[in-house]
């Protein structure tokens, strides 16, 4: 009798997913007078670089100042720099100062080394380091501040490299 009921669990719960996808299969409902339907969002493919650009930033960063070393656009796709947690940050805004995008790379002024042996783990500082980023391309983004500490150590201006390689071959970068 207990196999009975455990064979009938089984398959219930083997089966339960195949009648989920028959429900999502089935025709949707007509849509209201006049509403336009909706039109899924087009698939981006990460793994296809021709689909997407991103904007290469380099710095060397001290714990007073970041200058620019490198700035183009490429294509590809940029790597998601959210959530580390440490003092390093990249605050994207527009003409007005508005926050576009915050992103939070690893601090490039801690160095994580291991002590074999000692057995353990230590971050000691440097003096300066070259870090590069690539950030996502916004076309109303103006510039970039680079946070370190709660503090701006420095302003990148990014929105005339942005105009200047709208629908130029990529990479594009300006002098």
């Known amino acids: 009798m207990l196999n009975r009921r455990l ?3 089984v398959v219930a719960a083997l089966a339960l997913p195949f009648l ?7 025709p949707a409902a007509p849509t209201a007078a006049g509403a336009a339907p909706v039109v899924p ?3 981006v493919d990460p793994a296809d670089p021709t689909t997407g650009t991103h904007l290469r930033l380099g710095l060397r960063v001290s714990a007073r100042s970041a200058t620019p070393n490198l700035l ?3 294509s ?3 790597s998601s720099l959210r959530d580390s947690g440490g003092p390093f940050q990249l605050v994207v805004r527009d003409a007005a100062g508005t926050v576009l995008d915050t992103l939070t790379p690893d601090d490039p002024l801690a160095v994580r080394v291991y002590d074999s042996k000692r057995n353990a783990h230590d971050t000691p500082r440097v003096k300066d380091a070259d870090v590069v980023v690539d950030l996502p391309v916004v076309d109303t983004a103006a510039v970039v501040d680079v946070v370190l500490a709660d503090r701006r150590i420095g302003r990148v ?3 005339s490299l942005i105009r200047a390689c709208q629908g130029a071959p990529l990479p594009c970068a300006t002098s």
């Open 41 to 43: 969002a087009p698939t």
């Open 76 to 78: 590809g796709f940029a």
């Open 20 to 26: 989920g996808a028959v429900e999502v299969a089935s």
């Open 72 to 74: 183009e656009i490429d």
């Open 7 to 9: 064979r009938t669990l």
């Open 157 to 159: 201006d990014i929105g």
